[in-house]
């Protein structure tokens, strides 16, 4: 498995910013995938959640404000994110075989390098 991301920079508050996380290593077009976030000194959080049918999920910090999308035929995960605030500033990571338990996040098996988002200004 291998999973990785890019299109983190600087934005002002406000602004947009398009993630992008290259897949490979498994049948991408099967797979259920996630976007999860882990600011400076605090824990993983999950963003949002994607079937193989392309039905999505979304934490509700981020819901209304960011979009996930796929596009099978290039084994690419999309993360639009619109309204940009200081509290999304964190390291983003693309993810694998992401489990939950009494509907709280716990971890992932596979993750990427993860790309930086950094909102200020």
């Known amino acids: 498995v291998q999973l990785v991301e890019s299109g983190g920079g600087l934005v002002q508050p406000g602004g947009s910013l398009r993630l992008s996380c290259a897949a490979s290593g498994f049948p991408f077009s099967d797979s259920s995938m996630n976007w999860v976030r882990q600011a400076p000194e605090k824990g993983a959080e999950w963003v949002s959640t994607i079937l193989n049918t392309g039905r999505v999920w979304y934490a509700d910090s981020v819901k209304d404000r960011f979009t996930t999308s796929r596009d099978n035929t290039k084994n690419t995960l999309i993360l639009q994110m619109n309204s940009l605030r200081s509290e999304d500033t964190a390291v983003y990571y693309c993810?694998?075989?992401?489990?939950?338990?009494?509907?709280?996040?716990?971890?992932?098996?596979?993750r990427g390098q993860g790309t930086q988002v950094t909102v200020s200004g």
């Open positions: 993810a694998k075989g992401c489990t939950w338990k009494g509907g709280s996040f716990q971890n992932c098996e596979y």
